[in-house]
């Protein structure tokens, strides 16, 4: 019984059951209403045909009947431009909680080319074409809290081609974008800071760079050595010479004093002022260690170690 | 927590300042503004007209350079000041003239008011509404094809309209308009059978719902009750149709083609009118057919008077209508929408043998102190002349001799008739025809003017005679003892083509280029189509419409059958319309897959389903698990596996093979109890 339920009429089981991608907009989930605009529409055009039948005038009925079945057959226009519309890709962009959270959308669709085809989430809506097949979409979403974030639904519909009606789905994709813990506004200096940072600053002022290396894809650019590329040919990295004994210690038992998400996004601040800096760092959490290292890999390791502790009162 | 409140009421401001009109959003609006407006623009008195104009092309121009938007200030004395306008130009504001007039400055209105996608929407909806009312005064073929299409141009609008993205909203705007202009040619296209499903099966009312056709002052020219030297010369130069006949029995010839309108007994030394004795209803009969009766139909164009029209003389009133005391046929109601009716005529009569002292007193009666030369010619020829037959042929001779008939006649003073008999000696029928009967009454003899029209052209691929409004013609009536009224054509003594040939091959010199002989023979074909037209459009009635159904069995239909009809084909052709829209998309998708679907599927039906967490390779091993699991089944799987993962593209004819296999597998009907390991739960 839900079996035939689940398969006639998607949209009402699936409401909040999320669905894997790719996601297929097809007759059985796609849902038509007249507009605002329609209803008004079709009022003017009932006052056009009193007045053309009353003045018993055929050429007059005849411009308002062909206006009216053009008005009346532009819903299967509108549900051609929805209906087989898929949903192939979503890709969260890194975002802190309190920023609007960006998504990537891709979709698809066979053949014909989809017009003004729109995306409505958390009140924000966004105005997209399918040309050539694909069409990408980039949507935001309000993030507040840290940690896993579901989209929720998100209603795809169209008013296409005269607004008369509005063809709509909603979607539910199976799909969560890590959401990284607030950064705190105005953190103390990282702690140990000053001897690790007069280090660096020592070897700056000299120019007395440890090494170089091959560049790796996930290296900052600015630590790219141009002159010393120019030369080899090829890319190379200025790594400095440190030692692990340096590495500043980013410990979840120094922020004691502060309350729980607090210490979280003290913590979120400081790998990111360590980043920053160009310092190695590790992260000291009761549960895991994350580092020491440096770079996007850490940063994001570190970032994503303290977006999924646990919340302050389980 | 700030995010959300703040994010919520950014929404809010978004959609209270709705999204204001692009450039070429507006430019199309406007547009289609200007489209709607434009089919009432000549009929609307001149500064009336100028003022709509000046107000649409202000607000285009002042939006296009950026101006900001127009203050209430200025907004509010325009709402006041139109229907003011209206009420001075009109005298009301209801009826069609006014009613249509004020419903233009009102969108004139809107469109300076417009500035959000909500404003310009309603616009177009108002501005559908003024575009249709354009046919209700006008309702000829290629009018309303014209408006049809304009309806393109208030879809295109809408298109247009509707949100799209940034980079697409700043394409090349001239291929944007015609992107816009194509989905609304195609949806009317598309249109076409719902719409004419619904318009011959919509039921028609029999009468106005609300005091609707009596009409206020009207715009079409037709013949009027009165005559003065100058009132013909509009129509003569009309080229539309005024009426269409078809004839029961042979063609009368062109000479025998005089259609009576109203006839005039009444002068005032300028202008000629119809008394108003005789419109009462003729007593008895005293006509006296010599010849054979002619029977024929007439469609007459909408003129919004109430003659009808027919060859002279009609033997009897068609429908609604009475024959007057002076044989011209008038109708119940004004001419507003084409009329069709039967009509019999004598093209060989005696009429009024006896002429009361009454009657014969009126038709003699000329203004005192009006045109003394053409009285004292008069009194010349009664003296000299030996009998009233050789004075009515006097002035044909005089005519003959030295007088010109021209279309351009020049000005004529107090003493018209003088003035045209010895000064200018030009000018066309309706000269010709005042100063003949002027000089006859002059000389005692009873006579009268008679307008109507003269020839029509004979079309005969649709076996109909076409009589234009430039066909219009005046003519006198004298009476003659032991003859009665007998009808003298004094144009014909100076121009017989006008008779022969009609009024702008006698005009001759005067023509214009668009007068030229094949393009007025190419007009007179193509009318075919606008009777056409007119009987299978125009005419279609309540009546008409009940004998639809008579094929089928249903000798009168009324309207719920007429409903009953018109549900059962829409909803044929919506369906028709769900087909192509629902009927699902050509491509089976991927071979292989498909292949693979059917063979979980089959083996599914076996009871051995794949989980859905199982891979193919997981799932072969599971059923090598099951004890009389077809090892044929297995070996499919593992080539799956081969085909879909060995490499990028697997080769299609392996493909073909692996799915020709699956097809031809039989398994066992059950060789597995529903053996499913429960699901893994991930996160």
Known sequence: MLAVAERRLPALTRLKQPEALPIRLHRHRIYVLPTRFGLMFSAVLLVMLMGALNYNNNPALLLTCLLGAACYQSVFQAFRCVNGVQLVSLQGEPCHAGEPLHINQTFHADGRPRRSLRLRVADQETVFDIAGGDGRVRISAPAELRGWCRLGRIRLYSEYPFGLFQVWSWLNPDFAALVYPRLEVGAPPLPHADDAAADVATKRSGDEFGMLRDYHASDPRRSIAWKASARHDKLLVKEFEQRRGQDVALEWAATATLVYEARISRLAAWVHAAEAAQLRYVLRLPDETVGPGLGPDQYHACLRALALLPGATT | ???????????????????????????????????????????????????????????????????????????????????????????????????????????????????????????????????????????????????????????????ELEPRPEPAASRNWRKHVGEGLRVGAFALLAAVPLCLCVFIFLPRLGSPLWGAPTDDRSSRTGLGDE???????????????????????????????????????????????????????????????????????????????RWLLALDVPVAAPENAVRGADMSLVSDKPVDQLLRYRARSALRYQLDVQLSARERERNLMLPPGFDPRARAL??????????????????????????????????????????????????????????????????????????????????????????????????????????????????????????????????????????????????????????????????????????????????????????????????????????????????????????????????????????????????????????????????????????????????????????????????????????????????
């Not at chain 2, 350079?65 to 005298?91: E, F, Q, S």
């Not at chain 2, 009301?92 to 007039?101: H, K, S």
């Not at chain 2, 219009?472 to 014909?492: F, I, M, N, Q, Y």
């Not at chain 2, 393009?519 to 075919?528: A, S, Y």
Request: glycine letters at 6%; one cysteine or more; hydrophobic letters at 45%.
């Open chain 2, 378 to 683: 008069a009194a010349q020829w009664r003296r000299e002349l030996p009998d009233d037959e050789a004075i009515t042929r006097a002035p044909l001779s005089l005519f003959r001799k030295d007088f010109f008939y021209t279309l351009a006649a020049p000005d004529l003073g107090r003493d018209s008739v003088d003035d045209f008999l010895f000064e200018t000696r030009r000018g066309f029928c309706q000269h010709f025809a005042s100063a003949y009967t002027f000089l006859m009454r002059a000389a005692g003899i009873p006579a009268r003017v008679v307008t109507g029209y003269q020839g029509g052209y004979f079309n005969t691929l649709g076996n109909y005679l076409l009589v234009r409004q430039s066909d219009a013609h005046a003519w006198s009536e004298v009476w003659l003892k032991g003859r009665g009224w007998v009808r003298v054509d004094p144009t014909g003594a100076v121009s017989p083509q006008r008779v022969e040939l009609g009024a702008q091959a006698a005009a001759g010199a005067s023509a214009q280029w668009y007068h030229s002989d094949w393009l007025v023979g190419l007009r007179n074909q193509f009318d075919l189509v606008n009777r056409g037209w007119n009987s299978l459009v125009v005419q279609f009635n309540e009546l008409r419409q009940q004998s639809l159904l008579t094929p089928f069995g249903i000798a009168k239909a009324e309207y719920y059958d007429l409903i009953g009809v018109l549900i059962g084909t829409s909803t044929i052709l919506l369906a028709l319309y769900s087909w192509w829209v629902l009927r699902r998309p050509r491509d089976p998708g991927d071979a292989l897959d498909v292949a693979y679907v059917r063979l979980c599927r089959k083996l599914a039906r076996s009871g051995a389903a794949r989980a859905a967490h199982e891979g193919p390779r997981t799932y072969a091993r599971r059923l090598r698990g099951i004890p009389g699991s077809p090892r044929s089944a297995q070996v499919l799987l593992e080539r799956y596996v081969g085909l879909r993962y060995a490499r990028a593209l697997a080769p299609s004819a392996a493909v073909r093979e692996f799915g020709t296999e699956v097809r031809n597998l039989r398994l066992p009907r059950t060789f597995a109890k529903v053996n499913v390991p429960g699901p893994i739960v991930t996160r």
């Open chain 2, 227 to 305: 005559m003065d030297p100058t009132s013909l010369q509009d129509l003569l130069i009309d080229d539309s149709a005024a009426f269409r006949v078809s004839f029961d029995g042979p063609v009368p010839e062109r000479a025998q083609r005089y259609w009576r309108g109203p006839v005039l007994t009444r002068f005032d030394g300028k202008v000629w009118t119809r008394s108003r004795y005789l419109a009462d209803a003729r007593r008895g009969d005293s006509v006296e057919s010599i010849g054979a009766i002619v029977d024929y139909e007439i469609t007459l164009e909408p003129s919004d008077r």
């Open chain 2, 1 to 159: 927590m700030p995010a959300r409140p703040r994010a919520a009421a950014g929404c809010d401001d978004v959609k209270r300042s709705a999204p204001v009109l692009t450039a070429p959003q507006f430019a199309l609006t406007a547009a289609s503004v200007f489209a709607a407006v434009l089919p009432h623009l000549p009929r609307m008195p001149k500064m009336f007209a100028l003022l709509i104009v000046v107000l649409l092309a202000w607000r285009l121009v002042q939006r296009m350079r950026g101006g900001a938007r127009i203050p209430a200030l200025i907004k509010l004395p325009l709402v006041v000041l139109i229907p003011v306008l209206v009420i001075g130009t009109y005298g009301n504001v209801f009826g069609r003239e006014p009613g249509t007039a004020l419903a233009c400055a009102m969108l004139a209105l809107k469109l300076v008011e417009t500035e959000t996608r909500r404003d310009a929407r309603a616009a177009i909806a108002f501005a559908s509404f003024v575009l249709m009312s354009a046919l209700l005064f006008n309702s000829a073929l290629v009018f309303t094809l014209v408006l049809c299409a304009a309806l393109s141009l208030l879809l295109a609008t809408l298109y």
